[in-house]
């Protein structure tokens, strides 16, 4: 078993997420982070959070985005939070929201592990252009000869 640390809250509290042997998330982990994505705003606020990319967005900026109370914004920050899609990091007086990419990958591998039996039959997973298809590109391209 490999466990893998995620920073989670302004106390910087750890959460273990297990791993098998093949580093594929477990099953418990994965249900418990589509749960918290099974509800609409959090759901919003995730998407909005990974179009946003990794400088993130403060929560004042999320609320108004998507229309949330900030009470209700609070609260589904702080679940998304508490299972580690999204990470918080004080500034001065405001709080930068970000997802957690890493957490995310982890996530849809486990989704999509031996997928049928290895065939390539996710047309729209294909077709993303990851950071490990565009590496390969560039080291194609550079390569001296």
Do not use: W
Request: hydrophobic share 40%; net charge positive; charged share 25%.
């Amino acid at each position: 078993m490999f466990a893998g640390r995620v920073k989670l809250g302004e106390r910087r509290l750890t959460r273990l997420i297990y791993f098998d042997n093949t580093y594929n998330m477990e099953t418990l982990t994965a249900a418990e982070l589509l749960a918290a994505l099974g509800h609409e705003s959090r759901l919003a606020i995730f998407r909005l959070l990974v179009e946003a990319g990794p400088e993130g967005m403060n929560a004042s900026a999320i609320g108004e985005k998507l229309d949330l109370p900030p009470a209700t914004l609070s609260f589904h920050l702080a679940h998304l939070n508490r299972v580690g899609l999204i990470r918080g990091q004080r500034e001065s007086r405001f709080i930068r929201y970000s997802a957690e990419f890493a957490t995310m990958d982890e996530l849809i591998a486990f989704l999509t592990h031996s997928c049928c039996q290895g065939n390539a039959c996710l047309s729209k997973t294909a077709a993303c252009d990851t950071t490990e298809k565009r590496r390969s590109r560039i080291s194609k391209t550079t390569r001296p000869e």
